[in-house]
C-alpha cells in the first residue's frame, strides 16, 4: 500500500491523505473521492502511513504535471499569495501517454519522457514561405537578442518587431526547440495568426481562453504529438505544456492586461521571465512604450525607426467631446478613402474633476494623484490615503471656474459621428461589443477589407493592431487618464498616445489628433519616448514608486461591514509591528460595495520585496486577498 498528500485542483483546500495499491510518480493527475462525488486532484508527495483511515485514488488519468511546472507554480503561490492547488491549476499538464499503474516512474524519468516526448525530426520549421527578410537594423537587434538569455525589445511602432519575432522562432526549430509568443488580448489573435501561419503552418497553434474544450484538447494533442511548436495567445498561453521551451516572447510587455484580476493575481510578464530562467529559455519582452520596471531592469535593444518611413502631423485641440474639428477629420480621411482609428478611454467607476481651461485634474495635496469625485457623498476623496475635502468649483492651478466632469461612452460617439458623417460605417471596438472570438474576427474582417471605414472603442485598440489604410488616428480623453488616482497615471497616458498614434501611419501619411488641455506635456516627449522613460523614472525614485520600491494592496471583502472594518483595523495592527513595511493607507475600497459584500483595502509599500513578503506571510490571511505588485488601485 502507498500513501500521498493530494491536492485538489482548483480548490483553496489543504492537502489531504489518500492511499494506492500501486506506485504513482509526484504530479499524477488523479480523481478522488470526497463524500459523494468525485474531485480531480494531483499527487504531491508520498507519506509514510498515517494513523488515520484513508480513502483509495479512484483513477489515475495519463496527465502529469512535470516537476518544473510544480516548482514554479509553488513560487506563483507563494508571491502571489494563493493556495498551491491554485497556482498548478493555471498550467496545462503533460499527457504522458502511459498509465502510471502499469509502468511506475520516479521523477527524471517523467522528466526525461517528457523532455523527448514531440519532438518531430527531419520536418521543416517554415510553412509555405520563406523567412522574412530582415532590415539591416532588424538583422543587428535579431543577433543581439541571440546573445542574451533575458532582454527588452524597445522599438518604435511599426519598427518590423514581428519579423525579428519569426525569426527568433524558426531559430529554435532549427534547434529542436519550441516557443511560446504572448499577446496583451485575444484581440490580436485573429491578425497574428494570420502572419505566423504563413512561415510555420500547422506548427502554430493560437491558444486563449474563448477556445472550446474541443479545441483545446485537439491542440494538446498536437502538443504531446510533436506537430504544435509554437503556442500564441493571451497569457495563458504561458502555461501550455511545451516540451524543450527555448524562447518566450511578451509582445506589448508594458500592458495590464498580462496581470491577473482573480486569484492568483500573477503578472504574466514577471512569470515568463521566472520560467524562462528556471527552464533555461530565452525571453524576450517587447514594446514601443516599454514599462519602466522593465527599462530600468532588463538589457535593451533599440529599433529607433520604422520600418516604412511616413510622414505623421500632430494636431492638439482642447475640449472632451467630439467636436467639428474631430467630425471635419474623419469626414475628410473617409472621402479621400481612408480609414480612421478614434480612442475614448474605458469609462471608470469615479469621474476626476479637471478644468478644461488648462487640463490639469484636481490634485490630492498628499499624493501628488487625482481626487475621485463622490457627488453621492458630496465630497472629493483621495484613495491612496484617504484624504477627503468638498467639491470644489474652481481650478488650484489656474482658477478657472468651473471644473468639469462630463465624459462620453462608444455609443454617443457612434451616434454622433453617424449623424455627421453620412454613409460611414463604424466598428465598436470594446469589451461591450466584442464579447466572442468569431465576433472579433468578423469586425476585424470587415475592417481589413475596407467594409468598414471607422474603429471606434477604448483600450483594445492600443493593443498593436496593423492596418496600413489608418491615416488618421483621434484621441480623446487623455487628460481624464493623467490625472487617475494611479502613480503611473503620465505613464498610461503618455503609452496610450504613442500606441494609438501607432496605429496610423504604417504605409501612408497619417493625421493625429489629440484632445487635451494640457499639449506641453505630450509636445515634449513625441519625438522621443525614451527621454519621457528617463525623466518618469527619476520622478519615481524621487517619491519611492515602483520600481524603486515594491507595493502591496490588501482587499477585504465581507457581508457585515462592522466584521470587514474590523478585519481590516485587526490586520493594520498587526503590520504595524514590521517597521520596513509602510502603511500608506486603508479604510474603504473605491467602490464601497459589489455582490453584496462591504469592501476595504490597504496599501502597503516597502524600499524591497522582501520585507514586505515576510510580513505579509506573517498576518492571518484567511478572510483577506493579497494583491502583490498592484496595477489596479480603483
Known sequence: ???????????????????????????????VPLKTTLKEAVILEEVEKPEFETAEIAAVSERCYSSGQMEIAKFISEYY???????LSLFMPYIVGVD??????????????????????????TGSAVLPTLSPSQQKAYEQLLQKEKALLFGVTGSGKTEIFISLMARMLEEGKTSIFLMPEISLTPQMEKRLRVYFGEHVAMWHSKLTKKKKESILKGIAEGEVRIVAGARSALFVPLSNLGLIVVDEEHDDSYKAMTRPRYHARDVAVLMGSKLGAKVVLASATPSMGSYHKYDVVKLDRPYVQTEKKYTFIPGDSINQTILDAIDRHYKAGGQSLLFL?????????????CGKTHLCPFCSVGMALHRKHRHLKCHYCNYTEPIRDTCTHCGHTP?????????EAMEVISEAVEGIKIEQ?????????NKLKEALKRFESGESQLLLGTQM??????????????????????GLADYRARERAMSLLFQIAGRSGRAHAAEVIVQ??????FQTYLADYELFIKDELAFLEMAEYPPFASLARILIAHKDETKAGKITLDTVTKLKAFKEVEIVGHGKAPVEKIANKYRFNILLRAKSRVPLLKALHKVDRREIEIDFDPVEFS
Open 345 to 357: 478611454p474605458t469609462r471608470g467607476n469615479f469621474k476626476y474633476l479637471y478644468c478644461e481651461n
Open 429 to 437: 471596438f470594446d469589451k461591450d461589443s466584442i464579447t466572442t472570438a
Open 81 to 87: 499569495f494563493s493556495s498551491l492547488s491554485e497556482a
Open 100 to 125: 502510471p499503474r502499469v509502468d511506475p516512474w520516479a521523477d527524471d524519468e517523467i522528466e526525461m519522457f517528457i523532455s523527448s516526448n514531440g519532438r518531430t525530426r527531419g520536418s521543416s520549421p
Open 403 to 411: 471644473l468639469k466632469s462630463e465624459r462620453m461612452g462608444t455609443v
Open 1 to 31: 500500500m502507498y500513501y500521498y498528500h493530494i491536492l485538489l485542483l482548483r480548490s483553496s483546500a489543504p492537502s489531504l491523505t489518500y492511499h494506492s495499491q500501486d506506485p504513482l510518480p509526484k504530479g499524477s493527475v488523479i480523481s
Open 516 to 521: 487635451t488641455g494640457d499639449p506641453e506635456f
Open 461 to 482: 485598440l492600443s493593443k498593436g493592431h496593423d492596418y496600413a489604410d489608418i491615416t488618421l488616428s483621434i484621441i480623446m480623453g487623455l487628460d481624464y487618464i493623467l
